[in-house]
């Protein structure tokens, strides 16, 4: 199929068009034929803020404020400077003032604010669900190395008092459902204990030893599906008390 050397076109195309399955990095790859840079911008006037990540779809620029208590998001803009050059040896012409300020590549879209007082968002921590555009954020309070001994938890495993999940929509930043788990701990640095597969979402509990799995449903609410841990199926316990009772 016949593709267009316009930049702008292929850019179009590229938001418009879901390439098949286990082809979107070759598609990505062919998006920079005609794109070859040349120079590098230096000083650029940011924001100060801590940037998390690109979603994978390119749609939005994840950041948090500099005191973890706010989610930032941008989007991209669309390309805003080129330059000729007829000459290969010579340099390149300056690019503009206004080139150098970070506003001219990303639009800010809101700023939303998920943790409270005491709790701190994890920078380390985020999940994009490309297709309805859910991102899962994570807030927590602060790690407990000698916490106090509870029922059914590991001992020497380190607790935490709240650990959140939020579920953000991220076209306009609605915080559409949350989950707490309390005095427990997931290993939230670079999304190690939490696994997003479609709309099933699994979280580890390492002080619990126990897997919660979760549901994302199309309207944005998180619905419990099943708790792996001391029972595996949903009649375990049942058919363990009828057992003990017969014996």
Not at 202 to 221: K, P
Request: proline letters at 6%.
């Amino acid at each position: 199929m016949f593709t267009s050397g316009n930049i702008t076109a292929r850019v179009f195309e590229r938001q418009i068009r879901t390439p098949p399955p286990s082809a979107s990095v070759n598609r990505s790859r062919l998006f920079y034929e005609n794109l070859v840079p040349n120079s590098t911008l230096y000083d650029v006037e940011s924001p100060d803020h801590c940037f998390r990540k690109f979603t994978e779809d390119g749609l939005f620029l994840i950041s948090f404020s500099r005191n973890h208590q706010e989610l930032i998001v941008y989007r991209p803009s669309w390309l805003t400077y080129s330059t000729t050059q007829d000459d290969s040896t010579a340099p390149p012409p300056p690019l503009p003032r206004r080139a150098s300020r970070f506003d001219s590549f990303f639009t800010q879209l809101y700023s939303v604010n998920l943790a409270s007082a005491n709790e701190l968002i994890c920078k380390d921590f985020f999940l994009y669900h490309q297709t309805r555009r859910f991102g899962l954020f994570a807030t927590s309070t602060a790690q407990i190395h000698d916490s106090a001994p509870s029922p059914d938890a590991v001992p020497g495993v380190p607790s935490i008092d709240k650990i959140t999940f939020i579920l953000v929509r991220l076209d306009d930043g609605v915080v559409l459902d949350e989950r707490a788990f309390h005095h427990d701990f997931v290993n939230l640095a670079h999304n190690m204990g939490v696994f997003l597969y479609d709309d099933l979402l699994a979280i580890l509990s390492l002080r619990y030893q126990r897997i919660h799995l979760l549901q994302i449903r199309d309207s944005g609410h998180l619905v419990d599906a099943r708790a792996i841990g001391y029972f595996c199926r949903e009649d375990d316990e049942l058919f363990l008390n009828s057992s003990s009772q017969v014996n």
